[in-house]
C-alpha cells in the first residue's frame, strides 16, 4: 500500500542525467505501487501535445508502459508544462486533475497542487499566468506552427531566467497567509506541492488546528520521492548514475 508523489524533474533532451534516474524511477519502483502523482514541472517546457520528438516518445512510453499494467496515474500542471493536454493523457493513460485537488490518502483528506498559486507575493509572476492560462490565449499559440512555437518558448525562457534572477529568494516562496486560506478553503489539515524547489514537511498550525505542508523536491542534482504509505509519508532522494 504506497502512493509515490513527484514534482519539478524538468526533464528535457539536454539533461540525460535526469532522464535516467526517472526513467529507472519508473522501471523499478513503480511496480507494486497503488498510484504514481506527478505534480508539475514534469517537463522543463511544453510548447504542445504535438511536439513528439524521440525524447518525448521515450517518456510517454514510460507513462504508458506504468497506466497499462493498471497502475493509476495523475498529473497536476507546472509553471512549465501548463500545456501538457487531453492528447498527451490519450497517449499515456494518464489522467489529469485540477489545478488544485483533493485526495484521499489512506483516510486523510489531502490538497494537492503544483505550488505556483501560493507564490502570491511574486505579483509579476502572477500576472503572467492569468495570460498564459486564458484559453483563448492558448487556443492562439496552439494555432501556430510547431517551429515557431518553439521560438517563442525559447525567447520567454531566456527573458525569464535573466527576470529570477533579480526576484527576491522570499517573494518566489509561498505566500504562508495563501497557504492558510487554500487549507481552509478546501477544509483540509495537509498539502502536498512542488515547484519552490525546497523539499520539507512543515508542521503548521490553521484555524487552531495543526496542519502539515509537504514539499517535494526539484531533481536538478539527485531524484525526490515523496513516499506515502497507511502508515507513514517519507521525503526520499535517489542518486543520479555517474554519466
Ligand atoms: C514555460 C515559462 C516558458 C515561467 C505562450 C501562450 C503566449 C503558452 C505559451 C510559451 C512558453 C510554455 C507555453 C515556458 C514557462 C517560460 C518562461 C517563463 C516563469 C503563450 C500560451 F504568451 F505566447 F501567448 N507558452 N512555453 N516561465 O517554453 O514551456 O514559468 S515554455
Ligand atoms: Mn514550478
Known sequence: MTTLFIA????????????DCFLRFMAEETANIDALY??????????????????H???KRAFKQLTDSGTPCYFIHGNRDFLVGKQFSRETGVTLLDEHTVVDLYGTPTLILHGDTLCTQDESYQKYRKKVHNRFVQWLFLRLPLSRRLKIGAKMRQSSSSTNQQKDAMIMDVDPNTVDQVLIEYGVTHMIHGHTHRPNVHHIEVNNQPATRTVLGDWYDHGSVLVVTSTESRLETRQFQPQ
Do not use: C, K, Y
Request: charged share 25%; hydrophobic share 40%.
Open 57 to 59: 516518445q521515450q517518456i
Open 38 to 55: 506527478v505534480l508539475g514541472d514534469l517537463f522543463e517546457m511544453w510548447i504542445g501535445d504535438d511536439d513528439n520528438s524521440p525524447f
Open 8 to 19: 519539478d524533474l524538468h526533464l528535457s533532451a539536454d539533461r540525460p542525467d535526469i532522464t
